[in-house]
């Protein structure tokens, strides 16, 4: 299976860099543990500058395939290139690469500072730069104050953010980011989230999460996994449908109407929707009180087709819950992957 | 960033790491002590020999010594050397490669499989090749049991220039033999447990291993030695130091506290030897663990 896709906007990058045009690109990549195939000949092309996510439930090769991008494993079969290397290329990807691994802890008994700093000289980054390199990434994370504690004291949220920031030290071309907020409050994650869409433009970050909210919100393009298979990528636009269908969840009538005898739900005017220039076809999940209205993006656009739909509802006295482009990303992993 | 660079990094770190862990201090007091009392009792040994040949002064104690080997059929230059040995120090420089592994082992044993355990070592392979790490922790471990071995060494011969056992000139030149010996042996051990380290995720496993390997290692030496004490029981006249460092068996180059007679001995070509097996030694376990270890999955 092969997958490549081009975002719909490229910001411009913030600072000149020279970048490899493909960051990081799967050839049939196959990864077996005994006899259990946790990746299927996955080819992947993920391009320089894009924030790209990799999704699937448990157990769909996402850590597997993550940890053959950050050298971790060594593939079974396929070639992982990273900026135009060879994943294991150390001396050719030294401070260009950073890497979050989600469960590696820090050295218990290294001061914050002492840890970040001897990553930063092993980036070949020379003492007085590695001090500094180590102070901005720290400041980057809003971990400033903890430079002089022991790693043993950091809390689980701080020491992820710890973690960040040795992967975000002088400024890598790759980052690879293994659920960067899991497990961490939502004040701290929201944090982390801004973060991670500040790089936006600076370079690549790839994020392996559960989270297909956070996913939705910070990403150009995803990959969904499934069972180590590729089951379809591109950019978040087109994962969601976002440009072909909006979704309109429908509100009960008030409890004062009910008593007045109306129905629970205002009859939907399907006919004059229907009417709408562009629109295709329509779908209505009555346990949901979802209407889905399909639309050709070549003749309309979406923000037209709300404005249309709504007015139409509204004519209907409709109650309107909610309105969405597209299906969401969560729904739409639901659609694609088993269970 | 050369490999050379990577290395001197991670070594400085694993020392810093060792110096300053509560593991790492508990056992430099343990084995500070237990040597202060293996000087002591080293020293006690020295004064019954003197006692026994009958000569207090340490010229007149030589002398004699060189004498009794020589009639036991032993080369006089060999006898000449070996008598002007500092007996505390080469019976504590015994003493010494025995602590050597004990020390490698208990400071060795989780320095890679720790990583590997808590998944550290992913901070690392991405920013060090990994042989540069893995030789890293090796020359870490043997430098911080190094410097615990150059502790007691200095410490064990002030105690016996104190005693009048030895002069000045041998602090600085047995002294510094002693512990360069001590040294290269704990090499030996060290480049062992690194590579049973990288092995193992679990570092109570890899502790178990690294007791089994040096096990297996200290076996041969055993039998040899076993084989050599007969032999002599047998034969009176027979010197086992002299009988040891000419007739080594092939096995017994498996076990490195075997090498001290050869580093010891006044020939070059066993000197040579002894230094050569010690560093096949670490070239084949060192070499061994960097080439599984850039094939292993973290």
């Given at each position: 299976m092969a997958a490549e896709t081009s975002p719909e906007e490229t910001e411009k990058p913030a600072k000149k860099k020279k970048i490899h045009e493909s960051a990081v690109k799967l050839t049939n990549v196959t990864k077996r543990f005994g006899d259990k195939l946790a990746v299927d000949e996955l080819t992947l092309n993920v391009r320089a500058g894009w924030i790209y996510g990799l999704i699937g439930p448990n157990g769909a090769g996402k850590t597997t395939t993550f940890s053959m991008m950050a050298g971790y494993l060594e593939p079974t079969a396929g070639q992982?290139?990273?900026?135009?290397?060879?994943?294991?290329?150390?001396?050719?990807?030294?401070?260009?690469?950073?890497?979050?691994?989600?469960?590696?802890?820090?050295?218990?008994?290294?001061?914050?500072?002492?840890?970040?700093i001897h990553m930063a000289r092993l980036q070949n980054l020379p003492t007085t730069k590695a001090i500094g390199a180590a102070r901005d990434?720290?400041?980057?994370?809003?971990?400033?104050?903890?430079?002089?504690?022991?790693?043993?004291?950091?809390?689980?949220?701080?020491?992820?953010?710890?973690?960040?920031?040795?992967?975000?030290?002088?400024?890598?071309?790759?980052?690879?980011?293994?659920?960067?907020?899991?497990?961490?409050?939502?004040?701290?994650?929201?944090?982390?989230?801004?973060?991670?869409?500040?790089?936006?433009?600076?370079?690549?970050?790839?994020?392996?999460?559960?989270?297909?909210?956070?996913?939705?919100?910070?990403?150009?393009?995803?990959?969904?996994?499934?069972?180590?298979?590729?089951?379809?990528?591109?950019?978040?636009?087109?994962?969601?449908?976002?440009?072909?269908?909006?979704?309109?969840?429908?509100?009960?009538?008030?409890?004062?109407?009910?008593?007045?005898?109306?129905p629970k739900v205002q009859p939907i005017p399907f006919d004059a929707i229907r009417q709408i220039p562009g629109v295709t076809r329509y779908e209505f999940d009555e346990e949901r009180r979802d209407l889905g209205v399909f639309f050709d993006r070549k003749q309309t656009d979406a923000e037209t087709v709300i404005g249309q739909t709504l007015w139409q509802l509204l004519n209907a006295q409709v109650r309107i819950s909610g309105v969405t482009k597209g299906r969401g990303l969560e729904q739409r992993v639901m659609d694609l992957t088993d269970d | 960033m050369s490999p050379a660079a990577e290395i001197s990094l991670v070594a400085g770190r694993e020392l810093r790491k060792s110096i300053r862990s509560v593991k790492g201090i508990i056992l430099g007091i343990l084995t500070l002590l237990a040597s202060f009392l293996t000087v002591l009792i080293c020293i006690w040994i020295?004064?019954?020999?003197?006692?026994?040949?009958?000569?207090?002064?340490?010229?007149?104690?030589?002398?004699?010594?060189?004498?009794?080997m020589v009639k036991n059929g032993t080369e006089a230059g060999v006898a000449h050397y070996v008598a002007h040995m500092p007996l505390s120090l080469i019976l504590f420089l015994k003493a010494l490669v025995w602590i050597g592994p004990?020390?490698?082992?208990?400071?060795?044993?989780?320095?890679?499989?720790?990583?590997?355990?808590?998944?550290?070592?992913?901070?690392?392979?991405?920013?060090?090749?990994?042989?540069?790490?893995?030789?890293?922790?090796?020359?870490?471990?043997?430098?911080?049991?190094?410097?615990?071995?150059?502790?007691?060494?200095?410490?064990?011969?002030?105690?016996?220039?104190?005693?009048?056992?030895?002069?000045?000139?041998?602090?600085?030149?047995?002294?510094?033999?002693?512990?360069?010996?001590?040294?290269?042996?704990?090499?030996?051990?060290?480049?062992?447990?690194?590579?049973?380290?990288s092995r193992f995720k679990t570092p109570?496993?890899?502790?178990?291993?690294?007791?089994?390997?040096?096990?297996?290692?200290?076996?041969?030496?055993?039998?040899?030695?076993?084989?050599?004490?007969?032999?002599?029981?047998?034969?009176?006249?027979?010197?086992?130091?002299?009988?040891?460092?000419?007739?080594?068996?092939?096995?017994?180059?498996?076990?490195?506290?075997?090498?001290?007679?050869?580093?010891?001995?006044?020939?070059?070509?066993?000197?040579?030897?002894?230094?050569?097996?010690?560093?096949?030694?670490?070239?084949?376990?060192?070499?061994?663990?960097?080439?599984l270890f850039a094939k292993k999955d973290v």
């Open positions: 992982v290139e990273v900026l135009g290397f060879q994943a294991r290329s150390v001396d050719e990807l030294r401070g260009r690469v950073g890497v979050l691994p989600q469960d590696a802890l820090l050295p218990a008994l290294d001061r914050v500072s002492e840890f970040l990434a720290l400041k980057d994370v809003g971990g400033l104050d903890w430079w002089d504690m022991r790693c043993s004291n950091l809390s689980h949220g701080m020491a992820k953010r710890v973690s960040l920031a040795q992967a975000l030290l002088g400024e890598p071309d790759v980052v690879l980011l293994d659920e960067p907020t899991a497990g961490l409050d939502p004040r701290v994650a929201y944090d982390v989230r801004q973060l991670v869409k500040s790089l936006k433009g600076k370079c690549t970050v790839i994020i392996s999460s559960h989270n297909l909210q956070e996913l939705e919100e910070v990403c150009d393009a995803a990959a969904i996994l499934d069972h180590g298979k590729l089951i379809t990528s591109g950019t978040i636009a087109e994962l969601t449908a976002a440009a072909e269908e909006i979704h309109v969840r429908i509100g009960r009538a008030t409890k004062a109407a009910q008593a007045a005898g109306a | 020295e004064t019954g020999v003197r006692t026994k040949v009958g000569e207090g002064g340490t010229d007149a104690f030589r002398d004699a010594y060189e004498q009794a004990l020390l490698v082992a208990v400071l060795g044993f989780d320095s890679v499989s720790g990583d590997l355990q808590h998944r550290s070592i992913r901070f690392w392979t991405v920013r060090s090749r990994r042989w540069s790490y893995l030789l890293g922790k090796f020359f870490g471990l043997w430098g911080i049991v190094s410097l615990v071995t150059l502790a007691l060494t200095v410490i064990s011969s002030i105690a016996v220039l104190i005693r009048g056992y030895i002069t000045a000139t041998d602090f600085f030149t047995w002294g510094a033999r002693c512990w360069l010996i001590s040294a290269f042996i704990v090499g030996t051990w060290a480049s062992v447990a690194t590579f049973v380290s109570l496993l890899a502790l178990l291993a690294t007791f089994a390997a040096f096990f297996c290692m200290w076996l041969p030496g055993f039998i040899g030695w076993v084989s050599r004490l007969t032999s002599a029981i047998n034969d009176t006249s027979n010197d086992l130091h002299a009988q040891h460092v000419n007739d080594i068996r092939w096995y017994e180059y498996l076990y490195p506290n075997g090498y001290d007679d050869l580093l010891l001995s006044p020939k070059p070509m066993h000197v040579a030897a002894g230094f050569g097996a010690c560093a096949v030694y670490m070239i084949v376990f060192v070499g061994l663990a960097s080439a």
